[in-house]
């Protein structure tokens, strides 16, 4: 490693000499031909990159376990101490409505990001949680472990996955109840046992959101739905077991706690056996059959509810005779609050059109109809006429459209499974108003009106620019605000990780912040005071998908700003804040029960600390006094900046070599790390293009992160600045939201390095190979030695850079690193490159990975000329360009087995020929120089796709 950095601080050095040098390509040509001479042997190269990616893990774990606050743990604490101080300050009820309005909920998604194995996190966790200096022994663990799994995780993995984190979760909910109650006993010890605490909620839509995929059946729901019932009602009998085990009880608070045990283990052996049948091939009708009648036939054992087995806990509090055993039966009350008959609430999720699709026929609606004030109307007139309809498990297993299938699905599990908890129904790229009230006519169609919270997803451009007009349209239809006024919430869901690929983060995240007081408005105008406006952001755990690299309360600050959230609370709207985090890396903050503790704990006192000087101005528009957020003050400059943003954007995500680089070669270095499937769009042919908004966000991020250019974070920064420099510096002095969203794009931009984007192009540069070959030749003619050796190696390279003769990626590759050096030439001047990743294990990585695929490209080129389509050394080669090793590997091992087929048998035969039969021997020379090696590299280049990502906390 010494000599890496010796051999990098020298090209770093050639730099200043030769502008056009570039150490990450110059590094990787050393490393090539350590390689080349087996100086370097891939099991070396594998070490080093075991060795850089435990460091860089090591680190990312360090940084989480600041962010997460674990380190000032007791500080935390004490922060919620003084919140429930000034809210005590006020009184009883004062207080008592406080801690049982949850003000902050968790929402846990499993989109494809399991890109660490289960065994790392838990150990990255392990790190996070352990003081300075006492990580040792874990560290040391890390060496043992793979970073490349065999195959991404299951559904129903990635389910047992969120369990895991939801149980952990729990627990730290549990404390903070806790923490609240004595706190309450303290202050109130004639009346705390009144109050339940319900500060947060929690989610999950694991097993539930079905926007793209289609391999989530009604079953697994269901299934899953009573897996998840089980699990709770089990935790609930052993809190009761826990209780009995230490608690004071009159005889009458025994009887009550022997009844709630009863009731709980009743309850536990129904969901069981509902479990067992539901756990069948539901394929098989008689199967079905046998579920559906004993999932719906009445049972006095069969808990639907919770309401039951508060009276009781009334009781036995009764009958408690100490503090301790009042308090742990008041936690028992809080856990069947927040999370009734399921380990959390959980969200359906699907898409808009799949919504249009179910009402089209219904609604009459024509292409291109739009929301028109003539179809609303006819629309809303229709769900003021619609009864319910009665289903049952054959409408669920018949039915054909989407939508309609899981509003029965959904009407299923509230009869049967769960007829109290709330579920909500979130709806992906909504992008005007007949959608939620399309989704309010199935809702009544199927009875669930009273049950089901409507979200529609705010992501798209369109639906940014417009969603302040498409919720004035829906409150303008009283179905709708009859709908919400009755549930008395109203609910919407905004989302960065999409929205950063239509339209770049930055402006994204300023979009939301504008949508999110524009509904503020529309609820105040339309008289909702008495609603709870429901924001669920959600975001990835990288910067690309708005995971801010802050703590956590930066994290909140930046998906809901102090200014949006003081445009509800100057209309007197309370205001209910939802936040995602998702998949494996988004589980890493609840890795450990103290991580866990630490993190529900920074949630809440950024939730309900005191935003002051942030208005910029009145809910009317006047522009407030000194003290406030300049950013919003001086609106005009604050715009001109975004617009400048959304324009920069817009001209990348347009330029044809971003979407080159977006393009099969990117797509291909990465791994499958969930159970949902990436599409890979236009990949059948080298003139195909893609456009961007279209491949999703996660790897639309994953791919630039393995180009170290994550531009649809940064780019564009420097000109919105430089609009008017000195406003910018003085507004950006005093603005604690310009530094929150600018201090994201820092971040991206101070850990992208465009010299590895052109030392990839370099790959496809035929100059790049021809010059190595006439290099080789120059040291052939030097020394005699090397001659035949080195003729060889000559004769690889002339044949590669034969193959690269019409490949446009080199240029495309190219022209955009020119745009990003001279977009970041601007931004240097208006911010400082900090981060707090100095060392060079990045460039290490991609210089490593670079060496190994020049290898495989080197090792290609001996392959037969003549051979099956698709097979022949030309044919290889050019496939290598696309980094289709996968699928190159399947066709070599077929077409060139190790060992040959038994041919003994021939000989028996009568009749005699004497041709040689195919196969008889096998090619165990290919399959040892070109098909082994080939594999062993193709391993490598995707463990540092792995290592990668620890430097942007996330993958994708």
């Not at 319910?388 to 599990?413: D, G, K, W, Y």
């Not at 924001?535 to 930066?554: K, Q």
Request: charged share 20%; net charge neutral; proline share 3%.
């Amino acid at each position: 490693m010494d000599t890496f950095d010796d051999r990098l601080a020298f090209h770093q050095e050639v730099v200043k000499s030769d502008p056009q040098a570039n150490p990450v390509k110059l590094l990787a040509y050393d490393m090539s031909k350590l390689i080349e001479t087996r100086e370097l042997a891939f099991r070396d190269v594998e070490a080093i990159v075991k060795t850089l990616s435990d460091r860089s893990a090591i680190e990312r774990a360090r940084r989480l376990r600041e962010r997460s606050g674990l380190a000032q743990l007791d500080t935390l604490k004490n922060k919620l101490n003084s919140i429930a101080v000034e809210q005590a300050e006020a009184g009883f009820f004062a207080f008592k409505a406080w801690a049982e309005t949850p003000a902050q909920g968790i929402v846990l998604t499993a989109h494809p990001t399991f890109s660490l194995s289960e065994d790392i996190r838990a150990v990255l966790g392990d790190i996070a949680s352990q003081d300075d200096g006492e990580y040792d022994a874990q560290a040391e663990g890390l060496k043992k472990l793979p970073y490349l799994q065999e195959r991404a995780p299951t559904l129903q993995e990635e389910h047992q996955q969120t369990q895991d984190t939801l149980t952990r979760i729990q627990s730290a909910v549990n404390l903070v109840n806790t923490q609240v109650l004595e706190f309450a006993k303290t202050h109130f010890p004639q009346t705390w046992t009144e109050i339940t605490p319900c500060l947060v909620k929690v989610y999950s839509w694991v097993g539930y959101d079905i926007d793209g995929r289609s391999d989530i059946g009604w079953g697994d729901a269901i299934r899953l739905r009573l897996l998840e019932k089980h699990k709770q009602l089990r935790h609930y009998l052993d809190c009761c077991a826990a209780i009995n085990g230490t608690a004071k009880f009159s005889a009458t608070g025994k009887a009550a706690m022997a009844m709630l045990t009863d009731h709980l283990e009743s309850a536990c052996r129904s969901t069981k056996k509902d479990l067992t049948l539901f756990n069948a091939d539901l394929t098989q009708k008689d199967n079905l059959v046998a579920a559906a009648n004993q999932l719906t036939r009445q049972s006095e054992h069969r808990l639907r509810s919770t309401k039951p087995l508060y009276t009781y806990i009334k009781a036995a509090l009764a009958g408690a005779q100490n503090d301790e055993t009042r308090l742990n039966l008041l936690r028992l009350r809080a856990e069947l609050r927040t999370y009734g008959l399921g380990t959390a609430r959980i969200h359906f999720r699907l898409n808009s059109r799949h919504v249009m699709d179910g009402i089209r026929a219904t609604f009459g609606i024509k292409a291109g109809s739009g929301d028109s004030r003539t179809l609303l109307n006819r629309v809303s007139e229709l769900i003021r006429k619609t009864e319910p309809r009665a289903v049952n498990f054959a409408s669920l297993e018949l039915e054909p459209n989407t939508a309609h299938q899981q509003m029965i699905l959904t009407a299923q599990i509230h009869k049967y499974i769960d007829e109290q908890t709330p579920i909500r129904l979130l709806i992906a790229e909504c992008e005007d108003s007949l959608i939620p009230l399309g989704m309010l006519y199935l809702a009544k169609l199927y009875g669930l009106d009273n049950h089901l919270d409507i979200s529609p997803l705010f992501e798209t451009a369109t639906a940014l620019n417009n969603g302040g007009r498409i919720i004035d349209k829906m409150l303008s239809h009283d179905v709708y605000k009859s709908y919400v006024k009755k549930r008395g919430i109203f609910a919407i869901q905004t989302g960065f990780s999409d929205a950063g690929r239509f339209m770049g983060q930055i402006p994204a995240t300023l979009s939301v912040e504008r949508l999110q007081s524009h509904f503020a408005a529309q609820m105040a105008k339309h008289g909702m005071e008495d609603v709870t406006a429901l924001i669920f952001n959600t975001h990835g755990e990288s910067t690309g998908r708005g995971g801010h690299p802050g703590a956590v309360a930066d994290r909140l600050d930046y998906v809901l700003s102090p200014w949006a959230k003081t445009q509800f609370a100057e209309r007197n709207i309370n205001l209910c804040h939802e936040t995602s985090f998702q998949g494996g890396d988004g589980f890493l903050w609840f890795q450990t029960d103290t991580l866990a503790h630490a993190s529900v704990l920074s949630l809440l006192n950024s939730r309900h600390k005191k935003d002051s000087g942030v208005a910029g101005g009145t809910k009317d528009g006047a522009e407030g006094g000194s003290g406030q957020d300049p950013f919003y003050i001086e609106r005009d400059f604050s715009w001109d900046m975004f617009q400048t943003l959304s324009s920069e954007q817009n001209q990348l995500y347009n330029n044809p070599d971003y979407i080159g680089v977006l393009e099969s070669f990117g797509q291909n270095l990465l791994v499958p790390t969930g159970s949902r499937a990436v599409k890979r769009a236009n990949m059948e042919t080298k003139t195909s293009t893609i456009d961007p908004r279209q491949l999703r966000a996660i790897p639309h991020n994953a791919i630039l992160q393995q180009f170290g250019i994550p531009a649809n974070v940064y780019f564009g920064l420097g000109r919105a600045a430089n609009i008017d420099i000195d406003k910018f510096a003085e507004v950006f002095a005093h603005s604690d939201r310009l530094k929150s969203v600018f201090g994201l794009a820092q971040t991206a931009a101070a850990r992208s390095n465009v010299f590895i984007l052109t030392a990839y192009a370099r790959l496809f540069d035929p100059g790049y190979w021809i010059g190595w070959a006439m290099s080789e030749q120059m040291g052939a003619q030097m020394d005699e030695k090397m001659g035949a050796q080195n003729g060889i190696h000559i004769a690889r390279c002339k044949t590669i850079a034969q193959t690269l003769a019409h490949n446009p990626a080199c240029s495309k590759m190219i022209n955009l690193a020119n745009v990003l050096k001279l977009d970041h030439l601007v931004t240097a001047k208006s911010f400082a490159k900090t981060d707090t990743q100095s060392d060079n294990s990045s460039i290490f990585l991609h210089a490593l990975r670079l060496s190994i695929i020049m290898k495989m490209n080197l090792i290609a080129a001996d392959l037969p000329v003549h051979a099956p389509s698709g097979l022949s050394r030309l044919d290889v080669l050019r496939r290598l360009q696309d980094f289709q090793t996968t699928q190159i590997l399947e066709d070599l091992k077929a077409q060139y087995p190790a060992t040959g087929t038994d041919t003994a048998w021939t000989k028996k035969l009568i009749e005699k020929t004497e041709n040689v039969f195919a196969g008889a021997e096998g090619f165990p020379h290919l399959a040892e120089t070109v098909i082994k090696p080939l594999h062993r590299a193709t391993q490598l280049a995707h463990q540092i796709t792995i290592a990668t990502t620890h430097n942007f906390d996330a993958y994708g």
